[in-house]
């Protein structure tokens, strides 16, 4: 579901953009690219060709809705769109009443409550989530982990020959999630 970089790490750190998490919940999704016709789609030149089926499949159903009124998927994806974009995708029930201290007032306190009372996100030690800070390929990760439900807790769950990135190792709060 989730690539490294072309230099052989993972990159957690590293801010992902909305093209890329979109692919990555459309990869989970069981969607070909082969299946999607882009033929007449207008924003399939914007898109790098890895992310135009999957771009096209989140529009289509709902999963991304644009930034102010455009797609923008080379920008980077904050950590609200993100949660947004994990809680239009699946649809598990919640009444989205956890909630952080600065979120009040925000567009998508909606999709935030609910996407922490799922349990996908946990926001920060300070009560907050900081919904308008760009999100790591770590974080998104884990998230998504959390939301497929498939959260590894100790070494023995990681799968054996599995790829291991430099960048990633044990200690890390992210190893687990990202192996």
């Known amino acids: 579901v989730v690539n490294g970089r072309g230099d052989g790490t993972f990159d957690p750190a590293g801010f992902i953009t909305r093209e890329e998490l979109v692919t990555m919940i459309w990869r989970y999704a069981g969607e070909a690219a082969s299946e999607q016709d882009l033929s007449n789609w207008p924003d399939a030149g914007k898109v790098y ?25 080379k920008d980077n994806a904050t950590r609200a769109q993100f949660a947004a974009i994990c809680a239009r995708f699946d649809t598990g029930k919640s009444n989205g009443s956890r909630t952080f201290s600065d979120i009040k007032g925000h567009w998508a306190k909606a ?3 609910r996407a922490a009372e799922l349990g996908w996100i946990s926001g920060f030690q300070d009560g907050t989530f900081r919904p308008d800070a760009y999100i790591t390929r770590a974080q998104a990760v ?36 990202i192996q």
């Open 111 to 113: 999709y935030i409550e």
């Open 142 to 177: 884990t998230m998504i982990n959390r939301m497929l439900n498939r959260v590894p807790e100790d070494p023995s769950d990681l799968l054996p020959g599995m790829n291991v990135w430099p960048d990633c190792r044990p200690g890390d709060w992210f190893y687990l999630a």
């Open 49 to 73: 060709d890895y992310a135009a089926g999957a771009m096209k499949w989140a529009v289509e159903t709902g999963v991304i809705n644009g930034k102010d009124g455009k797609l923008a998927p």
